[in-house]
Nanobody, 121 residues
Framework: QVHLVESGGGLVQAGGSLRLSCAAS????????MGWYRQAPGGQRELVAV???????TYADSVKGRFSISRDNAKNTVYLQMNSLKPEDTAVYYC???????????????WGQGTQVTVSS
């Protein structure tokens, strides 16, 4: 089992910055993909940014140029640096990590508990 712990959410004024962190622990053999999703009130969960092994990254159009995803493989941690935040970025942000387990064959696909990001105008 792979467990994710998120941190870094909070309340910020429009134009401000926040940095989210997500640390994975447990039976990790390898990690293939690490990403961030968000869900606004009344909305569906949507992709924000994802990074796969090898360094390729993908961003939602709405955050391109403002958000940056990075990972520390030694720490099994993924970060989301969010700059120039807008009120429409307000949502619960979820971390997602996928890979293969260490102690038994098979993949894992784990989600964090979510962290609230609120951007005031």
């Amino acid at each position: 089992q792979v467990h994710l712990v998120e941190s870094g959410g909070g309340l910020v004024q429009a134009g401000g910055s926040l940095r989210l962190s997500c640390a994975a622990s447990g039976s990790i053999g390898s990690i293939n993909v690490m990403g961030w999703y968000r869900q606004a009130p009344g909305g569906q969960r949507e992709l924000v940014a994802v990074t796969i092994s090898g360094g390729s990254t993908t961003y939602a159009d709405s955050v391109k140029g403002r958000f940056s995803i990075s990972r520390d493989n030694a720490k099994n941690t993924v970060y989301l640096q969010m700059n120039s935040l807008k009120p429409e970025d307000t949502a619960v942000y979820y971390c997602n990590v996928g890979g293969f387990q260490a102690t038994r064959p098979g993949p894992f696909d784990s989600w964090g508990q979510g962290t609230q990001v609120t951007v005031s105008s």
